[in-house]
C-alpha cells in the first residue's frame, strides 16, 4: 500500500544533541511538508518542499534543517539551536502543481521527540 | 493572510446526539476548506474536503459539513455520535488555489471531542 513512513516513532534526546527525523513517502507526489504539533496550538508548519533539491521555510523554521535530494525523502533535522524540541512531528505530502490542486494533504503516524 | 478558528477546544456530546464542531476561516481568496481527524498518537486521516463544488460536503464515517461563504463557516456535523467519534478534529484551509495548493494548508487548534456514554 502506497504511503508515508517516518520513523522512529518515539525518540528520546539530550541537550545540546542534533536528531534526524526520517519521513519517506512512495505515493509519487511532488511536495512534501513538516509540521510540529503542540497540546493545544494545533499544527504550524516548520518547512516544505515543492521538488528536489529546493525547500522553502514555514512558520516555525529556526532550529531545524531539512534536505531533499530524492523525491521519496524529506527528512527533518532538529538542531540544538531549537530551544524547546519537546513536541509532535508530523511529515506529510501531496500532489503539489502537478495534481489536483486541492493541496490535500497526506500524513505520516508522526514522530515524537522528548528532549532529556 | 488565511486564518482558521475552530470555537471550543473541548466539545462533549451524549452517545447519540448530535455533533457539530465549528469553523470559521479568513481568506483573500475563495478557500478550500478541510477536516481531519487525528486519534492518539497518530497522524492526520482526512474526513472530507470542500473545492467548490457542492456546498454540503459528505465525508467518511457519517460525517458531513457545509461550507457557507456568507458566514465564512465549514462546520462540521454527525447526526449521532458513537463512541469510536472520540479524537482530535482539526479544521483546515488551504488558498493558494494559483500554485496548486502546494504551500500547504492552515490548521485550527483543533477542537477534543469527548463522547459521553
Known amino acids: 500500500d502506497g504511503g508515508i513512513t517516518q520513523s522512529p516513532k518515539y525518540l528520546f534526546r539530550k541537550e545540546g544533541q542534533n536528531v534526524t527525523l526520517s519521513c519517506e513517502q512512495n505515493?509519487?507526489?511532488?511536495?512534501m511538508y513538516w509540521y510540529r504539533q503542540d497540546p493545544g496550538q494545533g499544527l504550524r508548519l516548520i518547512y516544505y518542499?515543492?521538488?528536489?533539491?529546493?525547500?522553502q521555510k514555514g512558520d516555525i523554521a529556526e532550529g531545524y534543517s531539512v534536505s531533499r535530494e530524492k523525491k521519496e525523502s524529506f527528512p527533518l533535522t532538529v538542531t540544538s539551536a531549537q530551544k524547546n524540541p519537546t513536541a509532535f512531528y508530523l511529515c506529510?505530502?501531496?500532489?503539489?502543481?502537478?495534481?489536483?490542486?486541492?493541496?490535500?494533504?497526506?500524513f505520516g503516524e508522526g514522530s515524537r521527540l522528548t528532549v532529556l | 493572510a488565511q486564518s482558521v478558528t475552530q470555537l471550543g477546544s473541548h466539545v462533549s456530546v451524549s452517545e447519540g446526539a448530535l455533533v457539530l464542531l465549528r469553523c470559521n476561516y479568513s481568506?483573500?481568496?475563495?478557500?478550500?476548506l478541510f477536516w481531519y481527524v487525528q486519534y492518539p498518537n497518530q497522524g492526520l486521516q482526512l474526513l472530507l474536503k470542500y473545492t467548490s463544488a457542492a456546498t454540503l460536503v459528505k465525508g467518511i464515517n457519517g460525517f458531513e459539513a457545509e461550507f457557507k461563504k456568507s458566514e465564512t463557516s465549514f462546520h462540521l456535523t454527525k447526526p449521532s455520535a458513537h463512541m469510536s467519534d472520540a479524537a482530535e478534529y482539526f479544521c483546515?484551509?488551504?488558498?493558494?488555489?494559483?500554485?496548486?495548493?502546494?504551500?500547504?494548508?492552515?490548521f485550527g487548534k483543533g477542537t477534543h471531542l469527548i463522547i459521553q456514554p
Open positions: 481568506s483573500s481568496v475563495p478557500p478550500y
Open positions: 518542499s515543492q521538488i528536489v533539491n529546493d525547500f
Open positions: 505515493l509519487n507526489h511532488d511536495a
Open positions: 506529510a505530502s501531496s500532489t503539489g502543481t502537478s495534481g489536483s490542486g486541492s493541496g490535500e494533504l497526506f
Open positions: 483546515a484551509v488551504s488558498d493558494s488555489v494559483g500554485t496548486g495548493g502546494a504551500d500547504g494548508l492552515t
